[in-house]
């Protein structure tokens, strides 16, 4: 799912593609994205972009008279610039949005349909998209520890509840607590301060980082490429493959859909946190450290007698 970073180099290109001019009309090549009909789409045809906007993970296209486009990508979803009235392909593409000079497409990924439009009328309408989390890059660090210890829950659950952190989702918060050192199954309100502290200057420097670095990729042009999955990350979407900080084969934790990455060397004392699944299967064989790990795996590896 596209994240604070991808949706901000999202915002960025549309700013300059949109605003101060006049969206055209909206066509929707799968009617399932409309998820309001009031405004109906014909009352923004004619109006002017004024602004976009990152709501969370949703973009929002705002146009004269208070009337807004609500973009949720969900996990799939990715946004497209292409020449004037594009034609819509049946397979992938579900919305549409016609300017003078280019066509914004929405498309998905898959059979699954969960990204979504909503065509939003006043602030107040608007305001009932927000789901209320503190912006990451604005929080101070002394507000930031009274957020954490408000509830006690994980750092992984609490740095991805947009409820509390607005935009953070599973990529990022493994990058975030790795940079920080800390634990994913770290309990809130068992941080000290100075751990507090550093995983609040650690989620802000990765966030401005990947801003400045998607922002530097895309040089200008529209961002096609946008990705959980990064060859530049140190751990997310890396099981496997060696910590760029130690050396050790980063581990995961699946639940779900997803899977949390973490480095059992540098973020929990060498101690390997249970995988659902796994140690279900392995109960008390299951290794409690990264040497116990290794130990297995050589283990596995050695031909029968």
Not at 30 to 51: I, M, Q, W, Y
């Amino acid at each position: 799912m596209p994240e604070l970073p991808d949706v901000s180099a999202y915002q960025n290109a549309l700013e300059a593609r949109t605003v101060g001019r006049r969206l055209r009309a909206i066509r929707f090549g799968n009617p399932f994205v409309l998820r309001s009909l009031e405004p109906p789409a014909d009352d923004l045809a004619g109006r002017a972009v004024t602004a976009v906007r990152r709501l969370g993970k949703r973009l929002v296209l705002g146009l004269e008279g208070e009337r807004f486009v609500v973009i949720h990508l969900m996990i799939a979803g990715r946004l497209h610039w292409k020449p004037a009235e594009a034609k819509l392909s049946r397979r992938t593409d579900l919305a549409a949005f016609d300017f003078d000079d280019g066509t914004l497409t929405l498309t998905e990924a898959g059979t699954k349909r969960r990204a979504s439009v909503h065509l939003v009328r006043g602030e107040s309408a608007l305001a009932a998209h927000d789901p209320g989390g503190a912006e990451p890059l604005e929080i101070d660090a002394a507000a930031f520890r009274r957020l954490l210890r408000a509830e006690r829950h994980t750092l992984k659950r609490t740095l991805t509840d947009p409820r509390v952190l607005s935009g953070i989702g599973n990529a990022y918060s493994d990058e975030i607590l790795h940079a920080a050192r800390v634990s994913p199954l770290q309990l809130t309100t068992n941080l000290s301060d100075a751990e507090a502290d550093r995983l609040h200057a650690a989620m802000q420097s990765t966030l401005r980082t990947w801003i400045a670095r998607l922002a530097e990729q895309a040089g200008g042009r529209f961002p096609e490429k946008v990705t959980a999955f990064r060859p530049e990350m140190a751990v997310h979407g890396k099981f496997g493959m060696p910590c760029p900080v130690c050396g050790a084969p980063v581990q995961r934790i699946r639940y779900a859909e997803n899977e949390c990455n973490y480095c059992a060397t540098c973020q929990t004392g060498g101690r390997l946190l249970a995988d659902r699944a796994f140690s279900r299967l392995l109960k008390d064989d299951w290794p409690r450290s990264l040497e116990a790990w290794e130990e297995h795996l050589r283990e596995k590896a050695e031909p029968a007698p």
